[in-house]
């Protein structure tokens, strides 16, 4: 469903289960930053109606989900530690040229939102089925399919402001892209890298 061309090494969620509180630190701030994507699609974007009703909602949603990280950090006995740079993202960004018209990089934009959120989806569902801890594992279910919506509402975005062929040629390259980029990754305490 999700497209992605390479899934996650299983292994990852051994990687998870010995560094849970790095995991959930990590996720925390990858939740405020889906709230701060939305809310910076709403001040780029305002003449897109639709798209800043989405965001609004969405912005809201995604605070609940740090709401929810955050109180689990805490009920764990911990506090939320410091925000670390997201080696997938500073790496999938660099796919698109800079520049070019607004309806460019406003398709540009949502495609990297709509991955981002898919690979995360597809994250939390190994940890929905592979986590020991069945608390946790049924924590990540729920957000699996929150994910799941934000990916597809993302990508219909893209294919709805901008020329359909080109948009989809577009996802399929960049889907080849990052699967390089995973190639890399999986080898850390952080949800994509």
């Given at each position: 469903m999700l497209g992605l061309k390479l899934p996650t090494d299983p292994r990852w969620v051994n990687i998870v289960e010995k560094n849970i509180d790095e995991i959930l630190t990590d996720h925390a701030y990858c939740e405020q930053k889906a709230a701060s994507t939305a809310i910076s699609l709403i001040v780029s974007f305002p003449e897109y109606t639709e798209l800043v009703e989405e965001m609004i909602a969405l912005s809201r949603e995604e605070m609940g989900h740090f709401k929810m990280v955050h109180d689990l950090i805490l009920k764990r006995g911990?506090?939320?530690?410091?925000?670390?740079k997201d080696e997938y993202v500073i790496e999938l960004i660099k796919?698109?040229?800079?520049?070019?018209?607004?309806?460019?990089?406003l398709v540009h934009r949502l495609l990297y939102a709509a991955l981002i959120e898919a690979r995360s989806c597809e994250?939390?569902?190994?940890?929905?089925?592979?986590?020991?801890d069945k608390k946790l594992a049924e924590f990540y279910h729920k957000l699996m399919i929150s994910e799941a919506g934000h990916y597809?509402?993302?990508?219909?975005?893209a294919r709805k402001y901008g020329d359909l062929e080109e948009v989809n040629k577009k996802w399929n390259s960049l889907l080849e892209y990052e699967a390089q980029i995973m190639k890399d990754l999986g080898k850390k305490e952080s949800i994509h890298g």
């Open positions: 911990n506090t939320l530690g410091r925000d670390r796919y698109f040229p800079k520049g070019g018209s607004r309806t460019t990089q994250r939390f569902r190994l940890l929905s089925e592979e986590l020991e597809t509402m993302f990508l219909k975005f």
